[in-house]
């Protein structure tokens, strides 16, 4: 059996996408590993884009079919059936291209420094302008640099650098080790917002060791990515906002013995708080109904989002 097992959930409406992803996972010098595609009730069956394939390609893929569960749902559907021999497990989403030497990078360095998480940077993609390398993090951040090739590094506390700007984190990146494959989970409930978020603080947390490599690994595309379809003015917006204080919420939990921490997700929360409210406030001003309904839900478990009402109140009253 494989030494890793690559996770690949698949929803998209656009031919090629899955095989551009396919084909960077062929060109890579390290070649231990299965597929396992989740077909997440995808427009474009995967099947479809496998066709192609010859039957030598089709040996190390699994496709599995299920009812539309978000991109956690089917990253879970995929945890769940790794066989028990893989030692690692490597998400991409179907619309990246992972560099050459992705897996070889990450299998070297979880080995050889006995880590169970690891992320290399991502390229690419000008929506995706907020995602930095961890070489720039680097300038910023205390690192304790491992090899030079590749350009391995760790950084003391990352937990709490993560909640002050988790932008140098992509799934494509991340690779994880047998113990994080057994017991950490997607919050599937979060999807729009935040559920990769909270996975990937779960593994932090959860991890003997945590390393980060410079080089490039993956590079984004440009398919179907929910996310960025969402705007302040798209009906899925206070969704995704609740969701992202969903999730921020269950973070705080995690982190409730460390003040310095819980006041930067605090933060958050309030700016997720705003947003939404903002949001509302807009549809107001084009003369459509409020979302009451999940207005009332996010009210029932965070009261402190009328407080944050009656201050954007005041302000745009008050002379």
Sequence with gaps: MASITI?????????????????????????????LIVDDESPLPAETELQSLSSKERKHIRVIRQANAGPGGARNTGLNN??????????????????????????????????????????????????????????????????????????????????????????????????LIEKIRF?????LAAEDVLFFCDCILA??????????????????????SIDNDSPQFLR??????????TLEQRFSRRPQDVAAIRLYKNRARRQALWSQARQVKRRQMPQFALLAKWALRDPAILQSAMQLAVGKLAP
């Design 240 to 249: 995704q906002q609740f969701n992202t204080w969903t999730a921020l919420n």
């Design 7 to 35: 996770v690949i959930p698949f929803y998209q409406k656009q031919t090629g996408v899955l095989q551009r992803a396919l084909s960077s996972i062929s060109r890579q010098t390290f070649q231990d590993f299965d597929i």
């Design 82 to 179: 790794v066989p028990a021999e893989s030692r690692f497990v490597a998400f991409l989403d179907s619309d990246d291209e992972w560099a050459p030497e992705h897996l070889s990078n990450a299998f070297g360095t979880l080995t050889h420094y006995k880590a169970d998480c690891y992320w290399d940077s991502i390229d690419g993609g000008k929506e995706f302008y907020y995602h930095f390398s961890i070489a720039e993090l680097g300038k910023s951040t205390d690192t304790l640099r491992l090899s030079d090739k590749p350009s391995v590094v760790e950084i003391p506390n990352i937990a709490s650098v993560m909640l002050q700007d988790w932008s140098f984190l992509h799934m494509s990146c991340m690779v994880i080790g047998r113990p």
């Design 207 to 228: 991890a003997k060791r945590v390393l980060l490599c410079e080089d490039a690994g993956a590079l984004r595309g440009e398919g179907v990515n929910i996310f960025h």
């Design 187 to 191: 919050e599937p409930t979060l999807r």
